[in-house]
Structure formats: structure tokens, C-alpha cells
């Protein structure tokens, strides 16, 4: 049976992407875990061509993949947090936040933003399923909702009189599974002139930078501004504003409120959707022939990592990333050509990678291994990695990036 998209309900024969089966992109290992099974789902991204929402394809047993808890913590990455206290200024300024203004924020993750408007004396609530980010951001003072966002909850917040000024969505958009349902929860849950602002990667950059190793099964839609004006519409909200980002590769933070509200339509908005409809984003053969770009981006990656390996030269990866995991999982790298991966973050120390079982290790094995080469495998934050690692490159190591194409500097 042909899918249907989880939107307009529309049948989509059309394939967008298929990367095979891989497991859960955060189920990192343990090594007993090692002597026990591991579960890989198929990984196929669909198109609709009526709405044009590229989406996962549904299948059996999805909900196994949120059974762990994952080791993501926004705070980690300190361009990131430098990124959210720079919107909580311009967000406070531009809609005149204040002590009587109240700020909800969908998937508040360890209270990496939130905290701004703690400080700033901003009332705000975190909603936020993940137990261990919403107990380190209540240590900060931040209230948190420990629940999953949608109409129901929004409900709920509405009848106990805390609807929002402003709701912010910071990289959740794509991540939940009934867009429908959490795009008429933002309606509900927002007071009559109130304001959402969703972050989400860019479609259009996507393609363009061929940035398939954004594509996880937890990560369900793609979006472009023609398909979310359409789901905005559908629940009672317009799109008012938009800027392009460059945080993740490129994404959009879109502007929304009520279609009886009166925030003025910026003429940004329009000069988007006519630049997607300008390179065919409203058409079919736009999305057709991404599978081959995804292919040659995985055999550069390998021919790479196989000449090093003839040369003699030895190679790290950086990042133990979901990105990491969908394209060392897409390209079958294992450990005999890629033997660690260091992160930062203490939560995947010790632990390997799913699929590929390479091991995570604290920089430090970088300083003490002196690998040849370091293949920074989030390539979004790569300048800030290569910052962080300047002394290895002063001692002849090389970054590597493989996404659009190898590059070695
Ligand atoms: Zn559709």
C-alpha cells in the first residue's frame, strides 16, 4: 500500500531518499550490549506532490526507538547557546516582553534558552518529555512541563488560563511525528496577538549542500517555507515574518501568529516562497536524483578513508553526532577504518556508536593517539571545532569534512 503524508492525507509513490535500515540514531552502546541484538529500522524519507512535505515512511514498531533517554544536551555547544541568547534579546525587544508577558517554550531540552528570560525576569515554562535535560534546567530555575506538546496538552495549558505571548520551538518542528496535531496545539496554546517562532533546517539547503546525514528516523519532516505556510494555514495560523539562519547548515526561523492577528506580513515571506517555487521546490523533479548526490557524497567518504588507510595515515572522527551515526551507518564505516570518535560530552564517553560500534572517547585520546587526520563529523559546528582543536592542528593534523564533498584543511 502507498503511504499517505502525514498532512493532506495524500498518497506519495514518490521516494525521496532511501538509506536502508539503521538503527535509532541516539541508541548509543554499551559494550555488554555488544553480545546482544540491535534493532535497524528502514530509513526512507517520501515527497508529497500535493504539499510538498518531505516526510519519514512510517513503519511497525516506530515507538521502540523512543524507549531511550537521550544524551543530547543543547548546552554543550557553546555557539549554540551564544545563537539562543541572541534571540532572546531580539525577541524580548521586538514583541516588549516584560514581568507580565509569559513565554512557553516546546522541547526547552536542558534550559539552554529559557534561562535568558529567567534572567531578564520573563515568566516562561519549559515543556520538555526528556527526564534528564528538564531536571538540569529546573536546577536553573526554569519551570518545565514534563509532558509531549500537542493539542491535547495545549488544551489544557488554555483552560488554566496560560495561553503565551510568545511560544518558541527551537528545533522540534521536525522532530514530531503528527505536525497536524502540535501545529493546532501552537494555535491554542497562544494568546490572540501572541507570537511563535519555530527554528527548523531548510529544505532547500538541504538539497542544495546535499545534507542527507540530517535524515534520521526521529527527525520526520523537511521542510520548506511552501509546505509549512500550508500546515499553518490548515490550523488557523499565518506566517507574518522569516529569516534565514545559518545554524544547521541553514534553517528558517519562521514568525507566526493567529490569521486574526495583526502583525503586519513581512515582505520577506513572499520573496521566500517565490524564491522556492523559483527553484522548483513546488514541483516533483526537484526532488528527484537526491538519492545519487547522497550516494556520491557516501563514496567520497569512503575512497577517502580507504586511501588513507593505503597511505599509511591514521583517522579520528570528531562528534559523535546523530549526523554522524546516519552517514557512518549509511556508508557501512566500521571501526578497521575509522577505530574512535571523540566527544565532549561525558553522557557518550565510553559508549559506541549504533550500527557502526565505534568507540566515543574523550578528546583527550586525540592529544594522546595524534591522529593524521580529524573527520569532524558535525560539520555545522566545525569552525568551532576546529577552534577548539587548534593545538593538534599546530602539531600537523588535518580536519576533515564530508559533507558536501570531502574537504581537507
Ligand atoms: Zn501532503
Request: with cysteine; aromatic share 8%.
Given at each position: 500500500?502507498?503511504?499517505?503524508?502525514?498532512?493532506c492525507?495524500?498518497?506519495?509513490?514518490r521516494?525521496f531518499?532511501?538509506l536502508?535500515h539503521?538503527?535509532?540514531?541516539?541508541?548509543y552502546?554499551s559494550?555488554?550490549?555488544?553480545?546482544e541484538?540491535?534493532?535497524t529500522?528502514?530509513?526512507?524519507?517520501r515527497?508529497c506532490?500535493?504539499?510538498h512535505l518531505?516526510?519519514?515512511?512510517?513503519f511497525?514498531?516506530a515507538d521502540?526507538?523512543?524507549?531511550h533517554d537521550?544524551?543530547?544536551?543543547?548546552s554543550?555547544?557553546?555557539?549554540w547557546?551564544?545563537?539562543?541568547?541572541?534571540?532572546?534579546?531580539?525577541?524580548?525587544?521586538?514583541?516588549?516582553?516584560g514581568?507580565?508577558?509569559f513565554?512557553?517554550?516546546?522541547?526547552s531540552?536542558d534550559g539552554?534558552?529559557l534561562r535568558?528570560?529567567?534572567?531578564?525576569n520573563?515568566p516562561c515554562l519549559?515543556i520538555?518529555p526528556?527526564d534528564s535535560?528538564?531536571a538540569a534546567?529546573?536546577t536553573?530555575?526554569i519551570?518545565?512541563?514534563?509532558?509531549?506538546?500537542g493539542?491535547?496538552?495545549?488544551g489544557?495549558?488554555k483552560?488554566?488560563?496560560?495561553c503565551?505571548?510568545?511560544i518558541?520551538?527551537n528545533?522540534v518542528y521536525?522532530?514530531?511525528?503528527?505536525?497536524?496535531?502540535?501545529?493546532?496545539?501552537?494555535?491554542?496554546?497562544?494568546?490572540?496577538?501572541?507570537?511563535i517562532?519555530?527554528?527548523?533546517?531548510?529544505?532547500?539547503?538541504?538539497?542544495?549542500?546535499?545534507q542527507?546525514?540530517t535524515?534520521?528516523?526521529?527527525h520526520?519532516?523537511?521542510?520548506?517555507?511552501?509546505?509549512?505556510?500550508?500546515i499553518?494555514?490548515?490550523?488557523?495560523l499565518?506566517?507574518?515574518?522569516?529569516?534565514?539562519?545559518?545554524?544547521?547548515?541553514?534553517?528558517l526561523r519562521i514568525?507566526?501568529?493567529?490569521e486574526?492577528?495583526?502583525?503586519?506580513?513581512?515582505?520577506?515571506?513572499?520573496?521566500?516562497?517565490?524564491?522556492?517555487r523559483a527553484?522548483?521546490m513546488?514541483?516533483?523533479?526537484?526532488?528527484?536524483?537526491?538519492q545519487?548526490r547522497?550516494?556520491?557524497?557516501?563514496?567520497?567518504?569512503l575512497?577517502?578513508?580507504?586511501?588513507?588507510?593505503?597511505?599509511?595515515?591514521?583517522?579520528?572522527?570528531?562528534?559523535?553526532a546523530?549526523?554522524?551515526?546516519?552517514?557512518?551507518?549509511?556508508?557501512?564505516v566500521?571501526?578497521?577504518?575509522l577505530?574512535f570518535?571523540?566527544?565532549?560530552?561525558p553522557?557518550?564517553?565510553?559508549?559506541?556508536?549504533?550500527?557502526?560500534h565505534i568507540?566515543?572517547?574523550?578528546?583527550?585520546?586525540?592529544?594522546?593517539?595524534?591522529?593524521?587526520?580529524?573527520?569532524i563529523?558535525?560539520?555545522?559546528?566545525?569552525?568551532e571545532v576546529?577552534?577548539?582543536?587548534a593545538?593538534?592542528?599546530?602539531?600537523?593534523?588535518?580536519?576533515?569534512?564530508?559533507?558536501?564533498?570531502?574537504?581537507?584543511?
Amino acid at each position: 500500500m502507498t503511504p499517505r503524508c502525514r498532512h493532506c492525507a495524500t498518497p506519495m509513490p514518490r521516494l525521496f531518499l532511501d538509506l536502508g535500515h539503521a538503527p535509532p540514531s541516539n541508541a548509543y552502546l554499551s559494550a555488554e550490549s555488544l553480545s546482544e541484538p540491535e534493532m535497524t529500522f528502514p530509513l526512507r524519507l517520501r515527497v508529497c506532490d500535493d504539499c510538498h512535505l518531505v516526510q519519514t515512511e512510517d513503519f511497525a514498531e516506530a515507538d521502540k526507538l523512543f524507549a531511550h533517554d537521550y544524551a543530547y544536551f543543547s548546552s554543550t555547544s557553546k555557539s549554540w547557546l551564544d545563537h539562543a541568547a541572541r534571540y532572546c534579546a531580539t525577541a524580548t525587544e521586538r514583541f516588549e516582553l516584560g514581568h507580565n508577558s509569559f513565554v512557553i517554550e516546546v522541547a526547552s531540552n536542558d534550559g539552554y534558552l529559557l534561562r535568558n528570560f529567567v534572567a531578564a525576569n520573563v515568566p516562561c515554562l519549559g515543556i520538555e518529555p526528556t527526564d534528564s535535560t528538564a531536571a538540569a534546567a529546573e536546577t536553573q530555575g526554569i519551570p518545565v512541563l514534563r509532558e509531549f506538546f500537542g493539542a491535547a496538552l495545549a488544551g489544557k495549558l488554555k483552560n488554566e488560563g496560560r495561553c503565551a505571548d510568545l511560544i518558541i520551538g527551537n528545533n522540534v518542528y521536525a522532530h514530531v511525528p503528527d505536525i497536524n496535531d502540535f501545529t493546532l496545539g501552537l494555535a491554542i496554546a497562544l494568546k490572540p496577538q501572541g507570537v511563535i517562532t519555530l527554528e527548523f533546517p531548510h529544505l532547500m539547503r538541504l538539497v542544495e549542500q546535499r545534507q542527507f546525514d540530517t535524515v534520521y528516523h526521529e527527525h520526520f519532516s523537511y521542510l520548506s517555507l511552501i509546505a509549512v505556510s500550508r500546515i499553518f494555514a490548515k490550523a488557523g495560523l499565518r506566517i507574518f515574518d522569516v529569516e534565514e539562519l545559518p545554524t544547521h547548515g541553514g534553517s528558517l526561523r519562521i514568525y507566526g501568529c493567529l490569521e486574526t492577528a495583526q502583525h503586519t506580513a513581512s515582505p520577506r515571506v513572499d520573496a521566500l516562497l517565490a524564491e522556492e517555487r523559483a527553484r522548483g521546490m513546488a514541483n516533483a523533479e526537484f526532488y528527484d536524483g537526491f538519492q545519487a548526490r547522497a550516494e556520491a557524497v557516501k563514496n567520497g567518504l569512503l575512497r577517502f578513508l580507504l586511501d588513507a588507510q593505503r597511505d599509511g595515515m591514521t583517522v579520528a572522527g570528531y562528534g559523535a553526532a546523530a549526523k554522524g551515526n546516519t552517514l557512518l551507518n549509511f556508508a557501512g564505516v566500521q571501526p578497521d577504518l575509522l577505530p574512535f570518535i571523540c566527544d565532549a560530552a561525558p553522557s557518550k564517553q565510553g559508549k559506541l556508536m549504533p550500527g557502526s560500534h565505534i568507540p566515543i572517547l574523550p578528546p583527550e585520546a586525540l592529544t594522546q593517539r595524534r591522529p593524521d587526520y580529524i573527520l569532524i563529523l558535525p560539520w555545522n559546528i566545525a569552525s568551532e571545532v576546529r577552534n577548539q582543536l587548534a593545538p593538534l592542528a599546530a602539531q600537523g593534523a588535518k580536519f576533515v569534512t564530508a559533507v558536501p564533498e570531502v574537504r581537507v584543511e
